[in-house]
């Protein structure tokens, strides 16, 4: 095993071994209630957090190990658990505490992709513990980065190594769960900056207004204004088949309209958010709907998170309401208000955020929809 002279597994070692499906035992020693709010979902919860505290042996002698698979222990921020990757160690477990924790894990990602009719690849690059959706969409080696969260080395390498040139960056609307990587990423690539018109961020970008098309390859991708979620929020139609939907629809639920809101204003968000969810049912019903978010850990399944828009209006049963039944149920259902979403905004008006700082303001789940 590679990682054997350390004590430590980095989120880029562990996503690794996760991605090319090396086998792997991932114990999760952090208290019931923390795992409950999110998790890896490949991991193994082990009720000990307490105990370890108090300094108490022989914790793990109920679980299984199979020899020459390593064990990885974590806990939130990768303290705790290197007291249990010790005790393992002591008895005669290869064991790897996984560094900074699940704060760390934030930035960890996977991906899944697509080949639409045209030819459009649809790459889906999601933070596994956060649930944020990126994508990089391509025909004809010119490609479109939307919403992206992560490192831009990330997408820089991923483009490097399938050889497209990106030529755009893009996001869904000015976020309030993650900083958006879009404008670093633009100066980087050279690519162009094209953000939905409002007057929020403090740097320059090309404004992005209903109906406007943008070509990559042979292909294009159409901008549809959907309100409510934000007011510049924004849906983007990939060739007719495809539908970026951003923080307004998800295949479980759909945007929350109340950040930044006073009850009145929840209300008239809810108004045009019902009023742009219109317009997406008037496309076509098999248009596939891809998300910005899913509010669960995401699988290193390579299945693609997205519905059709028909199977979405089945499941969905807000969106069968009337508008005023929909504003209703809506904002009686308005999960817990995200943390740190005011410090986030702000970050992102600026375009500027300190790297570490970022990992503490980001972490925990992502409560974006309603169902
Ligand atoms: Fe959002």
Redesign the pocket.
């Known amino acids: 095993m590679k990682f054997k002279s350390k004590n430590t597994i980095t989120v880029q070692e562990l996503r690794t071994l996760l991605e090319s499906k090396s086998p792997v035992k991932i114990l999760d020693v952090r208290p019931e209630e923390e795992r409950s709010e999110w998790k890896i979902i490949e991991s193994t919860f082990v009720n000990v957090y307490e105990a370890l505290k108090k300094g108490k042996r022989e914790l793990f002698k109920n679980i299984e190990f199979s020899e020459n698979v390593p064990v990885v222990t974590l806990c939130s921020a990768g303290k705790t658990s290197m007291i249990a990757m010790e005790q393992l160690r002591e008895e005669g477990i290869e064991a790897y505490s996984l560094e900074g924790g699940m704060q760390a894990w934030t930035t960890a990602y996977n991906m899944a992709q697509t080949t639409d009719k045209e030819g459009t690849t649809i790459l889906q690059i999601r933070r596994t513990g956060k649930g944020c959706l990126s994508y990089i969409v391509e025909n004809n080696g010119e490609a479109i980065v939307i919403d992206p969260s992560l490192s831009i080395d990330v997408y820089q390498s991923i483009a490097d190594k399938k050889k497209w040139k990106i030529k755009y960056v893009l996001d869904t609307?000015i976020?309030?769960?993650h900083f958006s990587r879009a404008m670093e990423l633009s100066v980087k690539t050279k690519a162009k900056l094209l953000l939905p018109e409002q007057k929020l961020v403090k740097y320059t970008y090309n404004a992005i207004t209903d109906g406007m098309v943008v070509n990559f390859g042979k292909a294009a991708l159409k901008a549809i204004h959907c309100p409510g979620?934000?007011q510049e929020s924004f849906c983007y139609l990939i060739g007719n088949e495809s539908l970026l939907t951003?923080?307004t629809l998800f295949t479980k639920g759909v945007?929350r309209p109340d950040l930044k809101a006073s009850k009145e204003k929840a209300k008239i968000k809810a108004s045009l958010l019902f009023e742009s969810i219109q317009k997406i049912l008037q496309l076509s019903a098999d248009t596939m709907i891809y998300p910005?978010?899913v509010s669960e850990p995401i699988a290193f399944d390579e299945v693609l998170i997205g519905d059709t828009l028909k199977n979405i209006k089945e499941s969905v049963d807000l969106l069968n309401y009337s508008k005023e039944g929909f504003i209703t149920s809506l904002l009686r259902n308005i999960p817990e208000t995200p943390p740190n979403y005011e410090s986030i905004v702000e970050l992102n008006k600026e375009g500027r955020a300190k790297e570490d700082e970022l990992i503490e303001l980001e972490a925990g789940a992502n409560r974006?929809a309603v169902s």
């Open positions: 609307h976020h309030a769960d979620h934000t951003g923080d945007g910005g978010h974006c």
